[in-house]
């Protein structure tokens, strides 16, 4: 089965930073795509980055480029996400996922995480 | 600009069916999409991935009430026999290189 845990939310004053952790488990994690989706409080869900198998590729919705970092690290089966220069419209909750790969990108996200709040405010 | 749009809410009563919509804009109408379903406090459940042709790979354990079609454009969800656990929200979502974008949601009431 698998299983996708984040971990890492909490409160933040804007202009802080955070590190989102996912631990994975029940598949081969190293040979899949990955990625960060995003909930606003009321709000629909927000794509936010993506990371190839390798880490050799990444991107990143525009809001967040330039002060996000996604990463992985495959012997420890675990995602990523470095979050600097927080802002009010950051908070949301952010859910890890597992993306499948169509042609050699990614397209939908097959298996999810229950997600981990992030708020930012002072 | 790829961009894809639901309706914000959708009703039906027990029992019956119910037909969601998703738009694909324009210059995309031949994109997969995906449906994923959010019931109240939980994360996300893939539901099935589908094709412009209408054809549809569905998730583990998503029951056959569940089922897609396509029409140009426009990619639909249908849940048949409606059941109270079905009320929840529905997302759409479709990709291109570098890029993924979700529908902006349709919050399902079951009457």
């Known amino acids: 089965e698998v299983q996708l845990v984040e971990s890492g939310g909490g409160l933040v004053q804007p202009g802080g930073s955070l590190r989102l952790s996912c631990a994975a488990s029940?598949?081969?994690?190293?040979?899949?795509?990955m990625s960060w989706v995003r909930q606003a409080p009321g709000k629909g869900l927000e794509w936010v980055a993506d990371?190839?198998?390798?880490?050799?590729?990444?991107y990143y919705v525009d809001s967040v480029k330039g002060r996000f970092t996604i990463s992985r690290d495959n012997a420890k089966n675990s995602l990523y996400l470095q979050m600097n220069s927080l802002r009010a419209e950051d908070t949301a909750v952010y859910y890890c996922?597992?993306?499948?790969?169509?042609?050699?990108?990614?397209?939908?996200?097959?298996?999810w995480g229950q997600g981990t709040l992030v708020t930012v405010s002072s | 600009q790829l961009v894809l749009t639901q309706s914000p809410s959708a009703s039906a009563s027990l029992g019956a069916s119910v037909k969601l919509t998703c738009t694909l804009s324009?210059?995309?109408?031949?994109?997969?999409i995906a449906w994923h379903q959010q019931q109240p406090e939980k994360g996300p459940r893939y539901l099935m991935k589908?094709?412009?042709?209408?054809?549809?790979t569905k998730g583990d354990g998503i029951p056959d009430r569940f089922s897609g079609s396509s029409s140009g454009a426009v990619r639909y969800l249908t849940i048949s026999s409606l059941q109270s656990e079905d009320e929840a929200d529905y997302y759409c979502?479709?990709?291109?290189?570098?890029?993924?974008?979700f529908g902006g949601g349709t919050k399902l009431t079951v009457l």
């Open positions: 996922a597992r993306a499948t790969e169509i042609r050699g990108y990614t397209a939908y996200d097959k298996d």
């Open positions: 029940g598949f081969t994690f190293k040979n899949h795509w």
């Open positions: 990371i190839k198998q390798d880490g050799s590729e990444i």
């Open positions: 324009s210059g995309h109408s031949s994109n997969a």
């Open positions: 589908l094709n412009s042709d209408g054809s549809h």
């Open positions: 979502q479709t990709w291109d290189t570098g890029i993924r974008v």
